[in-house]
């Protein structure tokens, strides 16, 4: 884990913690129905983290899972994230995923909006 510092137009990094892939037992998105960064990583111990948004969440997610699909092969759970937005079968995954996610809220938004405008009989 890093810590970021701003100071004076200069930026600097300091390491803060370190885990081992093979040490991770589950990552827990918490909520998986809302906009939220917050996620839990569990080792022996639980860490809640907070990403910079909602995508860099997933983009995390993914990035751990490539690396344990690539040199590890354990079960590594992951819970509590849309499983469309964390596999690269999908029909939304792209280099562009935020772009993508609005486009489906889009989707689902105009759908509604039709259901809502639709008569009652």
Do not use: Q
Not at 22 to 50: Q, R, W
Not at 107 to 120: E, G, K, Q
């Amino acid at each position: 884990m890093v810590k970021h510092f701003r100071a004076d137009r200069e930026e600097k990094y300091e390491i803060i913690e370190k885990w081992f892939l093979k040490d991770l037992e589950m990552i827990d998105g918490k909520e998986a129905d809302t906009d939220n960064p917050y996620f839990d990583m569990h080792f022996h111990k639980v860490y809640s983290m907070e990403a910079y948004s909602c995508a860099s969440k997933y983009t995390f997610a993914r990035t751990l899972n490539k690396l344990n699909e690539m040199y590890l092969k354990k079960d590594l759970k992951i819970v509590n994230f849309d499983s469309t937005y964390l596999n690269d079968d999908s029909i939304w995954s792209s280099n562009n995923r935020d772009c993508l996610v609005l486009m489906r809220i889009c989707f689902y938004a105009s759908n509604l909006l039709c259901l809502s405008l639709c008569p009652l009989s």
